[in-house]
């Protein structure tokens, strides 16, 4: 069974950085892309940022120039680096990711179960 963990959320305040993690296991035959995503409380999930297998990346116009997403293929991880943070930039963020999985031809969506962020102004 595939599992998403993230990790490296916490306590930061205005301006500072924080690195999150999302590290893939079970039985994985492929992952064509990672998704960082962030939930504030009282608003919907939005994307932050993406990456495609081939590197690509894609960010939202709140985060950019601040995050990066980078992706570590032979360790099954993304990551998400995250500098000048805001109070703004405050929610549960999630790792998805696009995983074959050997039980299907296709790539399937998995999510992580997220890990906190808090800035603090």
């Known amino acids: 069974q595939v599992q998403l963990v993230e990790s490296g959320g916490g306590l930061v305040q205005s301006g500072g950085s924080l690195r999150l993690s999302c590290a893939a296991s079970?039985?994985?035959?492929?992952?064509?892309?990672w998704g960082w995503y962030r939930q504030a409380p009282g608003k919907q999930r939005e994307l932050v940022a993406n990456i495609t297998s081939g590197g690509i990346t894609n960010y939202a116009a709140s985060v950019k120039g601040r995050f990066s997403i980078s992706r570590d293929n032979a360790k099954k991880m993304s990551f998400l680096q995250m500098n000048s943070l805001k109070p703004e930039d405050t929610a549960v963020y999630y790792c998805?990711?696009?995983?074959?999985?050997?039980?299907?031809?296709?790539?399937?969506?998995?999510w992580g179960q997220g890990t906190l962020v808090t800035v603090s102004s």
């Open positions: 998805d990711a696009g995983i074959r999985d050997g039980l299907d031809y296709r790539f399937l969506d998995y």
């Open positions: 079970g039985s994985i035959f492929g992952i064509n892309r």
